[in-house]
């Protein structure tokens, strides 16, 4: 089991960035696929980037591919969502999630994640 604790989002004019980090506890964080997704009110919750156990291998929604950054440390248990250039259409909650049995032809999926952080709000001014 793990515990997710997302921290980083807050308000920005469009252009700007911010870092979203995944803060996880016990001790098999690097055995856990880990996903960020996002919801806007009104919408359903939307996939926005994965990264393996390893970090090795990432995925990316093409609303954000070439402005956001996913990464992870697993020596300090936490995930990373570098958002660069955004927009006020990426505004919304943005969720970190992490499940053992994600495969990368699953992980895009919100359903195929059993553990998920409370979320943390990003708002982009235009």
């Known amino acids: 089991q793990v515990q997710l604790v997302e921290s980083g989002g807050g308000l920005v004019q469009a252009g700007g960035s911010l870092r979203l980090s995944c803060a996880a506890s016990g001790r098999t964080f690097s055995t856990y696929y880990i996903g960020w997704f996002r919801q806007a009110p009104g919408k359903e919750r939307e996939f926005v980037a994965t990264i393996n156990w390893s970090g090795g291998r990432t995925d990316y929604a093409d609303s954000v591919k070439g402005r956001f950054t996913i990464s992870r440390d697993n020596a300090k248990n936490t995930a990373y969502l570098q958002m660069d250039s955004l927009k006020a259409e990426d505004t919304a909650v943005y969720y970190c999630?992490?499940?053992?049995?994600?495969?990368?032809?699953?992980?895009?999926?919100?359903?195929?994640?059993?553990?998920w952080g409370q979320g943390t709000q990003v708002t982009v001014s235009s």
């Open positions: 999630a992490a499940d053992r049995m994600v495969v990368p032809v699953t992980s895009r999926s919100p359903t195929r994640y059993e553990y």
